[in-house]
Protein backbone atom coordinates (compact mmCIF):
# COMPACT_ATOMS: atom_id res chain seq x y z
CA UNK A 1 0.00 0.00 0.00
CA UNK A 2 1.44 3.13 -1.03
CA UNK A 3 1.35 5.89 1.98
CA UNK A 4 1.34 8.72 0.14
CA UNK A 5 4.65 9.31 2.07
CA UNK A 6 7.48 8.11 -0.74
CA UNK A 7 11.17 8.66 0.54
CA UNK A 8 13.80 9.69 -1.37
CA UNK A 9 15.27 6.25 -1.19
CA UNK A 10 12.22 5.65 -3.15
CA UNK A 11 11.98 8.11 -5.51
CA UNK A 12 15.43 7.58 -6.46
CA UNK A 13 14.32 3.80 -7.37
CA UNK A 14 11.59 4.77 -9.33
CA UNK A 15 13.98 7.43 -11.16
CA UNK A 16 16.40 4.93 -11.98
CA UNK A 17 13.66 1.88 -13.27
CA UNK A 18 12.36 5.30 -15.70
CA UNK A 19 15.73 6.34 -16.93
CA UNK A 20 17.41 2.66 -17.50
CA UNK A 21 13.67 1.92 -19.65
CA UNK A 22 14.49 5.00 -21.33
CA UNK A 23 18.13 3.68 -22.11
CA UNK A 24 17.42 -0.06 -23.30
CA UNK A 25 14.96 1.19 -25.99
CA UNK A 26 17.50 3.61 -27.45
CA UNK A 27 18.76 2.24 -31.02
CA UNK A 28 22.18 1.12 -31.36
CA UNK A 29 22.74 4.17 -33.72
CA UNK A 30 21.58 6.26 -31.51
CA UNK A 31 24.07 5.34 -28.83
CA UNK A 32 26.95 5.16 -30.76
CA UNK A 33 26.41 8.67 -32.40
CA UNK A 34 26.38 9.78 -28.77
CA UNK A 35 29.81 8.18 -27.62
CA UNK A 36 31.42 10.07 -30.55
CA UNK A 37 29.58 13.35 -29.77
CA UNK A 38 30.28 13.09 -26.33
CA UNK A 39 34.24 12.08 -26.66
CA UNK A 40 34.04 15.72 -28.29
CA UNK A 41 32.28 17.58 -25.82
CA UNK A 42 34.52 16.29 -22.94
CA UNK A 43 37.66 17.39 -24.81
CA UNK A 44 35.90 21.13 -24.96
CA UNK A 45 36.25 21.36 -20.92
CA UNK A 46 38.67 23.74 -20.10
CA UNK A 47 40.47 21.18 -17.66
CA UNK A 48 40.62 18.57 -20.44
CA UNK A 49 41.45 21.04 -23.35
CA UNK A 50 44.54 22.27 -20.94
CA UNK A 51 46.04 18.51 -20.55
CA UNK A 52 45.26 17.86 -24.22
CA UNK A 53 47.14 20.90 -25.80
CA UNK A 54 44.11 22.82 -27.06
CA UNK A 55 42.43 25.76 -25.45
CA UNK A 56 38.74 26.17 -26.07
CA UNK A 57 35.80 28.98 -25.21
CA UNK A 58 33.25 27.06 -23.37
CA UNK A 59 29.75 28.35 -24.71
CA UNK A 60 27.50 29.03 -21.74
CA UNK A 61 24.68 27.35 -23.94
CA UNK A 62 27.20 24.49 -24.51
CA UNK A 63 27.31 25.38 -28.50
CA UNK A 64 30.88 24.12 -29.91
CA UNK A 65 33.67 25.73 -28.31
CA UNK A 66 36.44 27.65 -30.84
CA UNK A 67 39.71 25.41 -30.14
CA UNK A 68 43.52 25.92 -31.34
CA UNK A 69 46.43 24.59 -31.51
CA UNK A 70 48.22 25.65 -27.99
CA UNK A 71 51.66 23.87 -26.16
CA UNK A 72 52.50 20.68 -26.33
CA UNK A 73 50.41 18.54 -24.16
CA UNK A 74 50.68 17.64 -20.54
CA UNK A 75 50.47 14.14 -19.30
CA UNK A 76 48.36 14.36 -16.35
CA UNK A 77 45.79 12.28 -14.53
CA UNK A 78 41.75 11.84 -15.90
CA UNK A 79 39.97 8.58 -13.75
CA UNK A 80 37.44 7.83 -16.26
CA UNK A 81 35.53 4.39 -16.84
CA UNK A 82 34.17 2.05 -19.59
CA UNK A 83 30.75 2.20 -20.58
CA UNK A 84 28.57 -1.06 -20.29
CA UNK A 85 25.21 -1.63 -22.04
CA UNK A 86 23.18 1.38 -23.20
CA UNK A 87 25.57 4.07 -21.01
CA UNK A 88 26.65 6.85 -23.21
CA UNK A 89 30.08 5.45 -24.93
CA UNK A 90 33.42 6.20 -23.38
CA UNK A 91 35.80 4.69 -25.42
CA UNK A 92 36.10 6.82 -27.80
CA UNK A 93 36.73 9.60 -25.65
CA UNK A 94 39.19 7.44 -23.92
CA UNK A 95 41.37 6.54 -26.87
CA UNK A 96 41.50 10.28 -27.41
CA UNK A 97 42.69 11.17 -23.73
CA UNK A 98 45.35 8.48 -24.17
CA UNK A 99 46.31 9.30 -27.47
CA UNK A 100 47.36 12.69 -26.36
CA UNK A 101 49.28 11.87 -23.81
CA UNK A 102 47.28 11.95 -20.77
CA UNK A 103 46.75 9.13 -17.80
CA UNK A 104 44.06 7.69 -18.19
CA UNK A 105 42.74 5.75 -14.76
CA UNK A 106 40.03 3.30 -14.66
CA UNK A 107 37.95 1.40 -11.99
CA UNK A 108 38.06 -2.13 -11.15
CA UNK A 109 34.99 -3.49 -9.23
CA UNK A 110 35.99 -4.95 -5.40
CA UNK A 111 34.02 -7.61 -4.00
CA UNK A 112 32.92 -5.50 -1.49
CA UNK A 113 31.52 -2.68 -4.37
CA UNK A 114 34.93 -0.22 -3.55
CA UNK A 115 36.37 0.26 -6.45
CA UNK A 116 40.57 -0.32 -7.45
CA UNK A 117 42.04 1.32 -10.12
CA UNK A 118 44.41 0.61 -13.34
CA UNK A 119 45.76 1.98 -15.90
CA UNK A 120 44.15 2.33 -19.09
CA UNK A 121 46.27 1.36 -21.69
CA UNK A 122 44.42 0.48 -24.80
CA UNK A 123 41.32 -1.28 -25.72
CA UNK A 124 42.99 -4.51 -26.23
CA UNK A 125 43.77 -4.36 -22.81
CA UNK A 126 40.24 -4.39 -21.47
CA UNK A 127 39.07 -8.11 -20.31
CA UNK A 128 35.58 -8.97 -19.00
CA UNK A 129 35.12 -8.81 -15.32
CA UNK A 130 31.74 -9.35 -13.38
CA UNK A 131 28.23 -7.98 -14.07
CA UNK A 132 29.24 -7.45 -17.78
CA UNK A 133 31.83 -4.80 -17.09
CA UNK A 134 35.16 -4.06 -18.47
CA UNK A 135 38.45 -3.53 -16.79
CA UNK A 136 42.20 -3.05 -17.45
CA UNK A 137 44.37 -5.86 -17.19
CA UNK A 138 47.04 -4.01 -15.41
CA UNK A 139 49.04 -3.73 -12.26
CA UNK A 140 46.18 -2.40 -9.65
CA UNK A 141 47.00 0.95 -8.02
CA UNK A 142 44.93 0.75 -5.07
CA UNK A 143 41.66 2.37 -4.23
CA UNK A 144 43.38 5.92 -3.36
CA UNK A 145 44.82 6.11 -6.47
CA UNK A 146 41.53 8.32 -7.66
CA UNK A 147 42.96 10.88 -5.41
CA UNK A 148 45.98 12.09 -7.66
CA UNK A 149 43.44 12.42 -10.25
CA UNK A 150 42.77 16.32 -11.78
CA UNK A 151 39.38 15.32 -13.12
CA UNK A 152 37.24 12.74 -12.48
CA UNK A 153 34.49 11.21 -15.01
CA UNK A 154 31.81 9.85 -13.56
CA UNK A 155 29.01 7.50 -14.30
CA UNK A 156 25.54 8.29 -13.81
CA UNK A 157 21.63 8.51 -14.60
CA UNK A 158 21.01 11.65 -14.28
CA UNK A 159 22.01 15.02 -12.69
CA UNK A 160 20.14 18.31 -11.96
CA UNK A 161 20.29 21.56 -11.77
CA UNK A 162 22.00 22.13 -8.10
CA UNK A 163 24.57 19.28 -9.82
CA UNK A 164 23.30 16.89 -7.87
CA UNK A 165 23.83 13.58 -9.56
CA UNK A 166 21.81 10.05 -9.82
CA UNK A 167 23.74 7.21 -9.61
CA UNK A 168 22.69 3.22 -10.06
CA UNK A 169 22.54 3.01 -6.72
CA UNK A 170 25.44 0.52 -6.03
CA UNK A 171 27.18 2.79 -3.95
CA UNK A 172 30.69 2.37 -5.39
CA UNK A 173 30.85 6.38 -6.58
CA UNK A 174 29.60 7.48 -3.34
CA UNK A 175 32.70 6.07 -1.86
CA UNK A 176 35.15 7.68 -4.29
CA UNK A 177 33.18 10.54 -3.86
CA UNK A 178 33.86 10.61 -0.39
CA UNK A 179 37.46 9.67 -0.37
CA UNK A 180 38.41 12.44 -2.86
CA UNK A 181 36.68 14.64 -0.45
CA UNK A 182 38.54 13.44 2.60
CA UNK A 183 42.09 13.51 0.57
CA UNK A 184 41.01 17.28 -0.25
CA UNK A 185 40.73 17.05 -3.98
CA UNK A 186 40.47 19.76 -6.10
CA UNK A 187 39.51 17.57 -9.17
CA UNK A 188 36.98 18.44 -11.22
CA UNK A 189 33.87 16.06 -11.03
CA UNK A 190 31.95 15.94 -14.54
CA UNK A 191 29.23 13.25 -15.03
CA UNK A 192 28.88 11.82 -18.57
CA UNK A 193 25.31 12.13 -20.08
CA UNK A 194 22.56 11.86 -22.59
CA UNK A 195 20.94 15.04 -22.98
CA UNK A 196 17.53 14.27 -21.51
CA UNK A 197 19.22 13.19 -18.53
CA UNK A 198 19.85 16.70 -16.90
CA UNK A 199 16.59 16.97 -15.01
CA UNK A 200 15.22 19.90 -13.19
CA UNK A 201 15.42 17.85 -9.91
CA UNK A 202 16.38 14.61 -8.37
CA UNK A 203 16.24 13.34 -5.11
CA UNK A 204 18.68 13.70 -2.98
CA UNK A 205 19.76 12.47 0.09
CA UNK A 206 22.49 13.42 2.72
CA UNK A 207 25.31 11.51 1.68
CA UNK A 208 24.92 12.51 -1.85
CA UNK A 209 27.36 15.02 -3.19
CA UNK A 210 27.43 17.61 -6.21
CA UNK A 211 29.22 17.37 -9.48
CA UNK A 212 30.83 20.84 -10.75
CA UNK A 213 29.68 19.84 -14.36
CA UNK A 214 28.02 17.33 -16.57
CA UNK A 215 28.31 16.84 -20.06
CA UNK A 216 25.94 15.44 -22.89
CA UNK A 217 26.17 15.47 -26.68
CA UNK A 218 25.21 18.45 -27.30
CA UNK A 219 27.02 20.34 -24.47
CA UNK A 220 28.83 21.38 -21.37
CA UNK A 221 26.42 22.07 -18.18
CA UNK A 222 28.24 24.15 -15.42
CA UNK A 223 27.23 24.26 -11.85
CA UNK A 224 28.24 26.29 -9.24
CA UNK A 225 31.21 25.09 -6.66
CA UNK A 226 30.14 25.17 -3.22
CA UNK A 227 31.54 27.69 -1.41
Do not use: C, Q
Not at 82 to 97: A, K
Not at 200 to 208: L, R, T, W
Amino acid sequence: MNSGHESDHDRKRRLRRDLLEVRRSLPPDVVAASGVALARRTLELAELAEFTGLRVAESGEGAPGAAAPSGPAVARTVAAYVSFGNEPPTLPLLDRLRAAGVRVLLPVLLPDNDLDWAAYEGPERLVPAGWGLLEPDGGRLGPEAVTEADVVLLPGLAVDGRGLRLGRGGGSYDRVLERLERAGSAASLVVLLYDAEVLEAVPAEPHDRIVHAAVTPSGVHRFLRPA
